[in-house]
């Protein structure tokens, strides 16, 4: 499976993206998918996860009541909406899939395909 991110560019703090995740190669409802996010000199954090049917989202502490992932399976897509952006979410974000199709993980080695990534920046 093969995945594309896309949506990323500059925003104001407050403002809103939506990122979305294009899987071409692969069945992706047959997976669990997440996105990920690796800020400057930081390692690769966990953002968001949901299962192949779309139940049990689970984030990050800090993008809690913020963001919101989502899947539409008829269309092998992903999507993360990023609403009250703050400078703190700049960062490199990549849509990650490959677990088990009921399984909601953290754990970004569970994961067997990834996306190029996309950034988003968040200016003060």
């Known amino acids: 499976v093969q995945l594309q991110a896309s949506g990323g560019g500059l925003v104001q703090a407050g403002g809103s993206l939506r990122l979305s995740c294009a899987a071409s190669g692969g069945t992706l409802s047959r997976y669990g998918v997440g996105w990920f996010r690796q800020a400057p000199g930081k390692e690769r954090e966990f953002v968001a996860a949901?299962?192949?049917?779309?139940?049990?989202?689970y984030y990050e502490d800090s993008v809690k009541g913020r963001f919101t992932i989502s899947r539409d399976n008829a269309k092998n897509m992903v999507y993360v909406q990023m609403n009250s952006l703050k400078p703190e979410d700049t960062a490199v974000y990549y849509c990650a899939a490959g677990t088990a199709a009921w399984v909601v993980t953290t754990d970004s080695s569970e994961y067997r395909f990834w996306g190029q990534g996309t950034l988003v920046t968040v200016s003060s």
């Open positions: 949901i299962t192949w049917s779309g139940d049990g989202p």
